[in-house]
């Protein structure tokens, strides 16, 4: 289980996640990242906003969850958290290159998480990161710093 910044996740054992920025922006706040795969332990491998080392280091068959906090922003791109993620439309982001994208709010607080999955992920590893991000939990009044 990863506890960190009001929120926690459930992940299989031999996946990986860290508490540790994985760039050097501070805003909005990272408050997850969960791989199937070891990742950095610091954003020295970062370009700008993009976690460079950890995307570099994803395998063919791997994923990787990356997310974020936003503390004032407000909008319809922020609906409800679901009962039940789904990945349905890669999204070229510029942090991130593609990537699956679920927008969120839960206890008051805003989410955008995105899913990097290699090109050759299995549908285990995808229903992995969904029972992963189904497990996503977020305390009220506890916002990422």
Same mark, same amino acid.
Not at 14 to 37: D, E, G, I, K, N
Not at 114 to 142: N, P, Q
């Given at each position: 289980? #990863?506890?960190?910044? &009001? %929120?926690?996740?459930?992940?299989?054992?031999?996946?990986?996640?860290?508490?540790?920025?994985?760039?050097?922006?501070?805003?909005?706040?990272?408050?997850?990242?969960?791989?199937? +795969?070891?990742?950095?332990?610091n954003g020295r491998g970062a370009d700008?906003?993009?976690?460079?080392? @950890?995307?570099?280091?994803?395998? /063919?068959? $791997? @994923? #990787? %969850?990356?997310?974020?906090? +936003?503390?004032?922003?407000? &909008?319809e791109n922020f609906r409800p958290r679901?009962?039940?993620? /789904?990945?349905?439309?890669?999204?070229?982001?510029?942090?991130? &290159?593609?990537?699956?994208?679920?927008?969120? =709010?839960? /206890?008051?607080?805003? #989410?955008? %998480?995105?899913?990097?999955? $290699?090109?050759?992920?299995?549908?285990?590893? =995808? /229903?992995?990161?969904?029972? %992963?991000?189904?497990? #996503?939990?977020?305390?009220? $009044?506890?916002?990422? =710093?």
């Amino acid at each position: 289980m #990863f506890h960190g910044q &009001g %929120i926690s996740v459930r992940y299989p054992s031999w996946w990986h996640a860290t508490a540790a920025p994985l760039t050097p922006v501070t805003s909005p706040v990272q408050v997850l990242a969960v791989a199937s +795969y070891p990742l950095p332990d610091n954003g020295r491998g970062a370009d700008g906003c993009m976690p460079k080392e @950890a995307l570099d280091a994803l395998p /063919a068959d $791997g @994923a #990787f %969850i990356y997310g974020w906090e +936003y503390g004032s922003l407000q &909008g319809e791109n922020f609906r409800p958290r679901p009962k039940h993620f /789904a990945l349905r439309n890669v999204v070229a982001f510029e942090c991130l &290159g593609p990537s699956y994208a679920v927008h969120f =709010r839960q /206890a008051g607080r805003m #989410f955008q %998480i995105h899913v990097v999955l $290699g090109s050759r992920a299995s549908a285990y590893t =995808r /229903a992995t990161v969904l029972r %992963i991000l189904d497990s #996503f939990e977020a305390k009220a $009044g506890t916002r990422a =710093r």
